[in-house]
């Protein structure tokens, strides 16, 4: 089965759902935690990465990302978030995301390709000054 039959399939034949209604639900999810730490900015269109996002779903595979900082501030949120997504998919009676291969690293990894954290230069310019003050 090709991508795009997958992504139309519907998850179960009583209802109209398909994968690609689950993976939008998904994305919102994932969008809605980068904007709510007001400390990022997604470094793509977002029409792009949503695609980015569905391949990632669908082939599980990621760029390795070795950020130690973003490792230790944020891997217990991604593990949440990794939940979350998973309680979703199984609320629409799929167990996508819940595939042994499957972990919140990965999309750990895939959040950190496309998002960079935003940094104020005024503020730290406002830091430096008050250090030679």
Request: net charge negative; hydrophobic share 35%.
């Amino acid at each position: 089965m090709n991508f795009t039959s997958w992504l139309y399939k519907k998850i179960n034949s009583r209802d109209n759902i398909t994968y690609k209604d689950v993976f939008d639900n998904l994305f919102d999810r994932i969008l809605h935690w980068i904007k709510s730490k007001d400390r990022f900015e997604i470094t793509i269109d977002i029409e792009l990465l949503k695609i980015n996002f569905y391949l990632f779903i669908y082939s599980n595979n990621t760029n390795n990302i070795d950020n130690e900082y973003y490792s230790l501030q944020y891997s217990d949120d991604i593990v949440d978030l990794f939940l979350e997504l998973k309680e979703i998919t199984y609320s629409y009676g799929s167990l996508l995301l819940h595939e042994k291969e499957r972990t919140s690293n990965d999309l750990f990894n895939f959040i950190f390709t496309y998002i960079n954290e935003i940094t104020n230069s005024s503020d730290e310019e406002d830091n430096l000054y008050h250090d030679y003050e």
